[in-house]
């Protein structure tokens, strides 16, 4: 899925208004895009992007989780989350930052302020917020460039460096493709033993139980999950002074509490599956952060598809698709197929198929068994293939059923009827 580069300002205070300004922590941040539209464009999912009267919109650093600076009334370890802060604003640019003292989370005064930066998003979260690969400076693409990210890319984000200096936990959501998921797993599993950065104090995971030894206030100086704590202080909120409720407590609002995530075995599971209470003053996660995928409210979790090798050296590509005719849906759906190569191409058992792995022989489609060198054919789905309006993914596999082509759109661009989509 590409990512859609955006251009534009990180703020950390209204000099006009301080005391009203922003509240920076370790993974989020104002942006004021140059061209709004485009961070309207990342509508994909029905949200809409909430940005400020000043037309600046709050970043959510794309797979990691900072410690809370601020958290309704409470905090994390300021130690680990001020820390996270201040190297963010730090690398971004920011200079001689002053806090309020009536507000220690408000900026009072600061120099080298704003500072030019660009995002690589591909959505918007619940609250209207951009989740981005976050990079100080300017880019060689255009404003608007759509990219297919790649390992570079993600080694540059300051994302990346926050996670690599040990500033951060990862956080992963079903919107991170895979292949990145795992280039930032992998760096985690290898700063934790190293000791970098909050590693040390870290607790209520896999290997160290968290222990309340005076009672439930002690999570404000512990080093745990963001996630976590976040439970943790709204079931302390609740009333309650002991663990012993905290299970059931989850698993009473499953929308706001217990929240679904993919477990390291592909299976779809809750949060009460990840904490694991040992006694009323104990506790700690059956599984490590960078092996959890959050599944975000409302989303629907298909089973994983089986695992299929790119084809090297196939010469089809998908390069249009009208996925929302005018009218009729049904036998009305087409896609267009480009064969680049020089030669003719033996098409004899592939398939086509959509993100549910509904799939349709070539061949019957398009009446042939080759498609021409150079040659551009259009195939009409039938019953079989249905391409979603509310956003889809086409795929063609071969005879060996390793993928050829995918290609993907978004919910915005699948509701244009009777618009033919380029990819």
């Known amino acids: 899925m590409p990512y859609r580069l955006i251009k534009g300002e990180f703020h950390v205070h209204y000099p006009d208004l301080p005391l009203s300004g922003p509240e920076p922590d370790g993974d989020t941040i104002k942006f004021l895009p140059d061209n709004p539209s485009l961070v309207d464009a990342l509508s994909a999912s029905g949200r809409?992007?909430?940005?400020?009267?000043?037309?600046?919109?709050n970043l959510r650093f794309e797979g990691i989780d900072a410690l809370e600076?601020?958290?309704?009334?409470?905090?994390?370890?300021?130690?680990?989350?001020?820390?996270?802060?201040?190297?963010?604003?730090?690398?971004?640019?920011?200079?001689?930052?002053?806090?309020?003292?009536?507000?220690?989370?408000?900026?009072?005064?600061?120099?080298?302020?704003?500072?030019?930066?660009?995002?690589?998003?591909?959505?918007?979260?619940?609250?209207?917020?951009?989740?981005?690969?976050?990079?100080?400076?300017?880019?060689?693409?255009?404003?608007?460039?759509?990219?297919?990210?790649?390992?570079?890319?993600?080694?540059?984000?300051?994302?990346?460096?926050?996670?690599?200096?040990?500033?951060?936990?990862?956080?992963?959501?079903?919107s991170l493709p895979t292949d990145l998921r795992k280039i930032l797993a992998q760096l985690v599993r290898g700063k934790r033993p190293e000791g970098v950065g909050l590693w040390p104090e870290a607790t209520a995971n896999t290997q160290q139980t968290a222990s309340f030894t005076e009672g439930l206030a002690e999570i404000e100086e512990l080093v745990i999950w963001p996630k976590l704590f976040r439970r943790l202080v709204s079931y302390v909120g609740s009333g309650f002074t002991t663990l012993a409720q905290f299970d059931a407590?989850?698993?009473?609002?499953?929308?706001?509490?217990?929240?679904?995530?993919?477990?390291?075995?592909?299976?779809?599971?809750?949060?009460?599956?990840?904490?694991?209470?040992?006694?009323?003053?104990?506790?700690?996660?059956?599984?490590?952060?960078?092996?959890?995928?959050?599944?975000?409210?409302?989303?629907?979790?298909?089973?994983?598809?089986?695992?299929?090798?790119?084809?090297?050296?196939?010469?089809?590509?998908?390069?249009?698709?009208?996925?929302?005719?005018?009218?009729?849906?049904?036998?009305?759906?087409?896609?267009?197929?480009?064969?680049?190569s020089p030669h003719d191409q033996d098409i004899k058992e592939w398939t086509i198929a959509d993100s549910v792995g509904k799939s349709a022989p070539l061949t019957e489609l398009l009446d042939s068994d080759v498609i021409a060198a150079g040659n551009v054919v259009q195939i009409t789905l039938d019953s079989r293939v249905r391409l979603n309006n509310t956003g889809d993914t086409i795929t063609l596999f071969d005879n060996n059923g390793s993928m050829v082509d995918q290609v993907s759109y978004t919910r915005k661009e699948g509701q244009a009827e009777g618009v033919t989509l380029v990819f």
């Not at 591909?122 to 404003?143: C, H, K, M, P, S």
């Not at 104990?282 to 490590?288: A, V």
């Not at 959890?292 to 050296?313: F, N, T, Y």
């Open 48 to 57: 809409s992007a909430t940005f400020n009267r000043r037309g600046m919109i």
């Open 249 to 340: 407590w989850l698993r009473e609002d499953p929308v706001n509490r217990d929240d679904r995530v993919l477990l390291p075995n592909g299976e779809l599971g809750n949060m009460h599956d990840v904490i694991d209470v040992i006694s009323p003053l104990q506790l700690r996660m059956n599984y490590e952060p960078e092996d959890l995928v959050i599944v975000p409210d409302g989303e629907i979790v298909l089973p994983p598809p089986a695992p299929v090798k790119p084809s090297i050296g196939k010469s089809i590509r998908i390069v249009a698709a009208l996925v929302n005719p005018l009218g009729k849906e049904t036998g009305q759906e087409r896609v267009t197929l480009l064969n680049v």
């Open 69 to 174: 600076t601020h958290f309704g009334d409470s905090h994390q370890n300021l130690n680990w989350a001020e820390a996270a802060r201040d190297e963010l604003l730090a690398r971004i640019g920011f200079t001689n930052i002053a806090f309020a003292e009536r507000n220690p989370n408000k900026i009072a005064s600061i120099d080298n302020h704003p500072q030019r930066g660009y995002v690589l998003a591909n959505n918007l979260d619940t609250f209207g917020r951009i989740i981005a690969f976050v990079y100080v400076g300017d880019a060689e693409q255009v404003d608007g460039a759509q990219l297919f990210i790649e390992e570079a890319h993600v080694t540059r984000s300051l994302n990346y460096q926050l996670l690599e200096a040990g500033l951060a936990y990862p956080a992963f959501y079903t």
